[in-house]
């Protein structure tokens, strides 16, 4: 990395702010580095390869390195692929228009983070060193995701379906009916807190396994199967609009929970060992270790 100045890693982090500036809900990471390369065209060293690896070009590793300063300011966030700028971002953004200054500062935040010691050498080589395990961590859970997305994405409706209610029982819920094949009313599952249903509130959850994200109507629709007592919950791969998060948030009579992929990934993930068999062979995972950066 030494033949990259501060100039040239805010050239880069630039570029990003500005592909995400008119990305408000983030992009991929790799829709983000492919848009860079176009605006901030790579020099001859950073489009060539490395020698030991003659299939990963330097400029991805580069501008994923310069991003490490603003991700610990807390200016970029990265989500299981997914880069979005928070509002300190987008204010950075605007506030340093100089490329060199908007990495200087996030450097600056960034060593605030790290409670600067005396020797700043030995914390640099350190931190260099870490910086290097964080990119290839992050191109791994990257790549991990992007698999497991694709798995889910094509997944038939109906074991779509059957995941999340095994999922509920690996929470603890007592399933006592899924949707069969045909028009369902807006009803997929029903569960309840206990093996009879007689405590607590039922549980009345609706499954959408598409790209589009649910608007507020389609909330509305939902609830309106929602009695008094019941607690709803929306699963839907491709997400809710910010009308329907907004819609939901603000209930008072009625409870609802909206699930997106990724929630119900986390959720997946924590429960994976109390998920029955049957079910858990719909979305198998196996966990592999890295060794993590040093924070």
Same mark, same amino acid.
């Given at each position: 990395?030494?033949?990259?100045?501060?100039?040239?890693?805010?050239?880069?982090?630039?570029?990003?702010?500005?592909?995400?500036?008119?990305?408000?809900?983030?992009?991929?990471?790799?829709?983000?580095?492919?848009?860079?390369?176009?605006?901030?065209?790579?020099?001859?060293?950073?489009?060539?390869?490395?020698?030991?690896?003659?299939?990963?070009?330097?400029?991805?590793?580069?501008?994923?390195?310069?991003?490490?300063?603003?991700?610990?300011?807390?200016?970029?966030?990265?989500?299981?692929?997914?880069?979005?700028?928070?509002?300190?971002?987008?204010?950075?953004?605007?506030?340093?228009?100089?490329?060199?200054?908007?990495?200087?500062?996030?450097?600056?935040?960034?060593?605030?983070?790290?409670?600067?010691?005396?020797?700043?050498?030995?914390?640099? *080589?350190?931190?260099?060193?870490?910086?290097?395990?964080?990119?290839?961590?992050?191109?791994?859970?990257?790549?991990?995701?992007?698999?497991?997305?694709?798995?889910?994405?094509?997944?038939?409706?109906?074991?779509?379906?059957?995941?999340?209610?095994?999922?509920?029982?690996?929470?603890?819920?007592?399933?006592?009916?899924?949707?069969?094949?045909?028009?369902? *009313?807006?009803?997929?599952?029903?569960?309840?807190?206990?093996?009879?249903?007689?405590?607590?509130?039922?549980?009345?959850?609706?499954?959408?396994?598409?790209?589009?994200?649910?608007?507020?109507?389609?909330?509305?629709?939902?609830?309106?199967?929602?009695?008094?007592?019941?607690?709803?919950?929306?699963?839907?791969?491709?997400?809710?609009?910010?009308?329907?998060?907004?819609?939901?948030?603000?209930?008072?009579?009625?409870?609802?929970?909206?699930?997106?992929?990724?929630?119900?990934?986390?959720?997946?993930?924590?429960?994976?060992?109390?998920?029955?068999?049957?079910?858990?062979?719909?979305?198998?995972? *196996?966990?592999?270790?890295?060794?993590?950066?040093?924070?």
């Amino acid at each position: 990395m030494a033949e990259i100045t501060n100039q040239r890693k805010g050239e880069l982090l630039q570029g990003i702010f500005k592909i995400l500036m008119s990305n408000q809900e983030g992009l991929q990471a790799k829709t983000v580095l492919q848009k860079l390369s176009s605006i901030v065209h790579p020099t001859a060293f950073e489009a060539a390869c490395y020698p030991e690896r003659p299939t990963v070009r330097r400029f991805e590793k580069i501008t994923r390195f310069s991003t490490i300063p603003a991700v610990k300011a807390g200016w970029l966030l990265k989500d299981k692929g997914l880069w979005s700028l928070t509002d300190e971002g987008r204010a950075a953004f605007s506030k340093y228009p100089d490329p060199e200054s908007l990495y200087t500062e996030a450097r600056r935040l960034y060593w605030q983070w790290k409670h600067v010691q005396p020797d700043v050498a030995e914390i640099e *080589k350190a931190s260099e060193e870490s910086a290097e395990s964080a990119t290839a961590l992050e191109e791994a859970e990257e790549s991990a995701w992007s698999e497991v997305e694709g798995h889910l994405s094509r997944m038939n409706p109906y074991d779509f379906q059957n995941l999340v209610a095994g999922l509920l029982r690996g929470m603890g819920y007592h399933v006592v009916w899924i949707a069969p094949p045909g028009p369902d *009313k807006g009803l997929d599952i029903l569960a309840h807190t206990d093996p009879l249903g007689v405590q607590g509130p039922r549980i009345k959850v609706q499954v959408k396994r598409q790209s589009d994200k649910v608007n507020v109507q389609g909330i509305r629709s939902f609830m309106a199967i929602l009695g008094e007592g019941d607690v709803g919950l929306f699963v839907n791969t491709g997400g809710f609009t910010k009308d329907a998060e907004d819609e939901a948030r603000h209930q008072e009579k009625r409870r609802l929970m909206l699930i997106d992929l990724k929630r119900l990934f986390d959720l997946w993930v924590e429960h994976y060992q109390h998920i029955p068999e049957e079910f858990r062979r719909l979305l198998p995972l *196996k966990a592999v270790y890295f060794l993590a950066p040093s924070e």
